[in-house]
């Protein structure tokens, strides 16, 4: 009796172990799909592989970029300004009023403004999945990193958080502000040059 009890004991570890694994190259391979999308410039697929979270960020920073004034965008945090800033510069005033986060996001990665020059270096090592919630650690050039992109399951999907990137890009403005200094982000953005510039004050609400 303790034998076959033993042997459905293993047997049961065996399937959740597989069941795990399995978990895990989802996870990988829906990254890879939206990582393959989003550097072919293809928005309208590639957002499928993002979380509900990720479309939220959108949808926040967009009212902002249609509503906060001056006094508000000074308020924000550093990547909350370059973000309105960014929006208000490079998408033009009327897709901005039509859209919604979503199509805001999908814009964004169509038009290069969600930076994948890296992301053809990037990868995915050790994956931690946590009932609805996982997270894998960010390799970089075979380097493993302290950083995790996180995941969540929605619709039956395994979906990227893309705002689980923010605390990585933090020590990067963080540099740019050592540069420019914090108001001189928005000049910098104010002289790029775009074509989709309409000639707006970033400071001031698009309405």
Do not use: C
């Amino acid at each position: 009796m303790k034998k076959i009890v033993t042997v459905i004991f293993l047997s049961i570890l065996s399937i959740a172990v597989f069941a795990q694994q399995n978990e895990e190259e989802i996870i990988r391979d829906n990254f890879n799909k939206y990582r393959t999308l989003s550097l072919q410039s293809n928005g309208v697929e590639a957002v499928k592989y993002l979380d509900s979270r990720s479309i939220k960020y959108y949808e926040t920073i967009l009212e902002l970029v249609k509503n906060a004034d001056s006094l508000k965008v000074e308020s924000l945090t550093l990547m909350g300004k370059f973000m309105v800033f960014s929006i208000r510069k490079m998408v033009p005033k009327e897709d901005i009023l039509k859209f919604d986060g979503k199509a805001l996001l999908v814009y964004a990665i169509d038009n290069g403004m969600i930076d994948n020059s890296s992301a053809r270096n990037i990868g995915i090592g050790e994956v931690i999945v946590e009932d609805q919630f996982a997270k894998g650690q960010l390799i970089v050039n075979g380097n493993v990193t302290p950083h995790f992109f996180h995941f969540y399951f929605e619709e039956g999907q395994w979906k990227f958080d893309i705002t689980s990137l923010i605390p990585i890009g933090i020590p990067y403005f963080e540099k740019i502000v050592e540069t420019l200094g914090e108001k001189g982000i928005a000049t910098f953005i104010q002289n790029m040059d775009t074509l989709n510039y309409q000639n707006q004050d970033i400071w001031e609400p698009v309405n």
